[in-house]
């Protein structure tokens, strides 16, 4: 097995693994088993390798938008584009962002980054018309039509996120040649969205063995 971007504990540790007990047809293949309780899990050598190629891809742009609504993910999407420059759109997405150059927030990037194509459909909607490449995080409950290239992950957790995007982040600096391979990525995960849990919220148990 291929050395992973990060250690391998860290990835179950923020729950990137845990799907949904919902599965659409064309996420199981991303699937390395069902748990008891009847949660898919990710198979992780795959999402590794996914969020190795979108990094890759993401590098090769100099404008990127990156897409939440989802509360979860809004504080991970701002702190992406503080690293590696681009726009977020944390919250509604008005429509005509991308269509409409009379609106004020009216923008026009190269590709656009969603954290949940069920949620950010508007996003997706408009750069399908502008033909901008998308790339979007997807739980077993997604469909992925009108998606170009997809992460297989936990969309919902805050951790999730958070890793996903400061190891995007970091990745696409490496490549870009801004951060030397051996060098400490100076953005801390908490900047991202990992903050302690809030109350009442469950952490996920550690998955044995993939």
Known sequence: MADMLVDKTQYLTAGIHIGMKTCTPYMKQFVYKIREDGLAVFNLQQVDERIKTA???????????????????QKAVRAFVAAVGGQAVAGRFTPGTLTNPAYKGFVEPDVIVVVDPLIDDQAIKEAKRKRIPIIALCDTFNLAKDIDYLVPANNNGRKSIALIFWILAREVLRARGQLAADAEFSATLKEFGDEDKPEGEAEEPVEEDQ
């Open 55 to 73: 990094a890759g891809f993401l590098s090769t742009f100099k404008n990127v938008l990156v897409v939440s609504r989802k509360e979860a993910g």
